[in-house]
């Protein structure tokens, strides 16, 4: 069980990394560009060292550019993909603290189905949208407070 606890959020890392890699060349921004861009949204030069937030907000910028994987077509224009991009921010933190039994996105489903009472999370309106992330802010700072005080 340990094991898929630090194995889900390297992988999530690795195809993060590379979706950057592969929408940032689609997009023509390559060498000394790259590493502007890249700073102007991070404060770094290089992916390599981005947290979950940080490459969530480079592919968040590189759709914005519009990047696009065969994953986000169809979803556009759809009122809680921001709500629900920041939800999934939220619980990839959490999995790479190593908290959660579920870190996929059938385990961040299941969360918010008991928060919300609804099936998908697709059909969340922006109340319940909010009452996730709110839930999800609040057990990363508890979590914070009990690694700090350790």
């Known amino acids: 069980m340990q094991a898929h606890r630090k194995k889900a959020p390297e992988e999530r890392r690795r195809a993060e990394l ?3 890699h592969v929408r940032t060349a689609e ?6 560009g790259y590493r502007e ?3 102007g949204i991070t404060g770094q030069q290089s992916a390599a060292g981005l947290d979950a937030r940080q490459r969530g907000a480079v592919l ?3 759709r ?4 696009r994987s065969h994953r986000t077509v169809g979803n556009e ?3 809680g993909e921001p709500q629900e991009r920041l939800a999934i921010a939220l619980w990839r933190d959490l999995g790479e603290m190593g908290v959660l039994n579920d870190p996929s996105d059938a385990g961040l489903r299941k969360f918010a189905a008991k928060l919300t009472g ?3 999370i697709e059909w969340a309106d922006a109340l319940a949208m909010n009452r996730v992330i709110e839930a999800l802010k609040g057990w990363i700072r508890r979590e914070q407070q009990k690694q700090a005080a350790v």
Do not use: V
Not at 27 to 32: K, S
Not at 64 to 67: E, K, N, P, V
């Open 18 to 20: 590379a979706a950057i």
């Open 27 to 32: 997009l023509g921004i390559t060498g000394d």
């Open 37 to 39: 861009f890249l700073k």
């Open 60 to 62: 968040d910028r590189l």
């Open 64 to 67: 914005a550019l519009g990047a």
């Open 77 to 79: 224009g759809r009122s």
């Open 118 to 120: 609804l099936d998908r």
